[in-house]
């Protein structure tokens, strides 16, 4: 279902994009990656998300020789810093490094990968003055539970975190017993990476199997992979970003802008694939 949400700095961004983890893995699907990438940006999936660590840099290289032919102002680029990077002595290398690969001066949105080492309010600075230099325009984190959102707020500046990017699934709800309810508090949106399941394919068969699934999804007529998709799009402040390597592949998660899963449709989904009745680490892909 099409929404836009805004950032708590008032920038808006449709509710879905596309990743490019596992990108520019492989030279030979270089240009059929490109492709798809451009054909998300023609259907309107201007938000690309991305990291240095995937592929260790090529999947920034992919997006950048995606994006040459578009405006810089009608794209929405994220990438994501190591944390081993993420502090005075190699945060601002990183940074310039992907801005390198991806061909522009500037990110809308800059994410340290997961909690590391590095002190967070050291992060947090080196931030801060990325958006002073002009290097990136907000910044946000990725992998980061509860406990780690509420250091995170409690920082100098802390505040100007702007999303928390998490793996989130039909068959992975954890972070709905707390975590999705303190960000939301917070007005912080969700970007759910693997929104379609992926590399889990214990996961996977148990939702391609589940009568519920397969009913919901004939009933719309749509591919399962599709109502997966529409499930996560359909949550309270949530953005998802699914990776798609081919031209028709975005073109059927572009499709899914136009289902919305009946109230009816969305409790029998609750019962197939219920919320944890407890709190559980959260998940990692």
Avoid at 246 to 272: F, G, M, P, T, Y
Wanted: hydrophobic share 40%; proline share 5%.
């Amino acid at each position: 279902m099409k929404q836009r949400l805004s950032f708590p700095n008032g920038r808006q961004v449709l509710n879905l994009g596309q990743g490019t983890w596992r990108m520019g893995e492989d030279d030979s699907n270089r240009m059929k990656e490109i492709e798809a990438l451009r054909t998300g940006i023609d259907n309107g999936l201007t938000l690309i998300d991305s990291a240095e660590m995937y592929a260790e840099g090529k999947a920034e290289s992919v997006a950048g020789e995606a994006i040459k032919p578009y405006k810089r102002d009608d794209l929405f680029l994220v990438s994501k810093v190591y944390p081993t990077n993420a502090g005075e002595e190699h945060m601002f290398e990183s940074c310039e490094n992907s801005l390198k690969r991806l061909g522009v001066n500037e990110l809308d949105m800059y994410l340290l990968h997961w909690p590391g080492h590095i002190p967070l309010q050291e992060t947090v600075d080196c931030f801060e003055e990325l958006k002073r230099q002009g290097k990136i325009r907000a910044w946000g984190v990725s992998n980061f539970d509860l406990e780690e959102m509420q250091e995170l707020l409690s920082l100098n500046n802390g505040e100007n975190c702007q999303t928390n990017q998490v793996l989130y699934h039909l068959a992975s709800r954890g972070i709905e017993v707390v975590l999705h309810d303190y960000l939301k508090a917070n007005n912080i949106p969700i970007m759910a990476y693997c929104p379609i399941i992926g590399q889990e394919p214990d996961l996977k068969e148990k939702v391609h199997n589940s009568p519920a699934v397969k009913q919901i999804a004939a009933q719309h007529n749509i591919s399962i992979v599709q109502l997966l998709l529409a499930f996560v799009m359909q949550q309270e402040q949530m953005i998802a970003i699914p990776k798609a390597g081919s031209k028709d592949h975005v073109i059927q998660n572009r499709d899914v802008l136009d289902i919305k899963l009946s109230n009816e449709e969305l409790a029998l989904l609750d019962e197939a694939f219920p919320v944890p009745d407890k709190r559980v680490p959260l998940r990692m892909q």
